[in-house]
């Protein structure tokens, strides 16, 4: 059965390009979510002005990934210690957000960031990343879907 999940955590292309390399993960969209203005383009983004971050929307087969093993691969793929900052990206719009679409991925995101902490894994520094109901998707333009595999590419600076 397919579900849903929204993952910021940076430039969305190198968060797609990761995310879609899990089996599991169905399909992956990047785009625009949890901001103030309606119907967002990069341009409106990039601003730091509408609120909005850069986020991926996964879908999965949770029959064959749980929602655990994506929370994993979130914390994998980015440095959740770095406030609004992702390598040499910064602005609010790079901040990093799990938001949930259920009570039950609510419960399972502030559960892994507890177990994550208590490990001692990122220390000396803290997890930042916040966790936070969904709110519309605005999907990114056209061009910015796959953008690494158009150009040939398997990661950016992630």
């Known amino acids: ?65 749980g929602y655990d093993q994506v929370l994993d691969a979130f914390f994998n793929l980015h440095d959740p210690t770095t406030l609004n900052r992702q390598g040499p990206d910064w602005g609010t ?7 949930f679409h259920s009570p039950e991925q609510e419960q399972q995101a502030k559960a892994k960031i507890e177990q994550l902490t208590r490990s001692g894994r990122f220390e000396p520094k803290r997890i930042v990343t916040k966790v936070e109901p969904a709110q519309t998707f605005w999907r990114a333009e056209e061009y910015h879907q796959k953008y690494l595999e158009k150009r040939g590419q398997a990661s950016c600076h992630i």
């Open 93 to 99: 719009q790079y901040r990093s957000v799990i938001f």
């Open 1 to 65: 059965m397919n579900e849903v999940a929204t993952f910021a955590a940076g430039c969305f292309w190198g968060v797609e390009a990761k995310f879609r390399m899990i089996p599991g993960v169905v399909d992956a969209a990047v785009g625009y979510s949890n901001g103030h203005t309606l119907n967002p383009t990069y341009k409106d983004v990039c601003t730091d002005q509408t609120g909005h971050a850069e986020v991926v929307e996964l879908d999965f087969d949770n029959e064959k990934i």
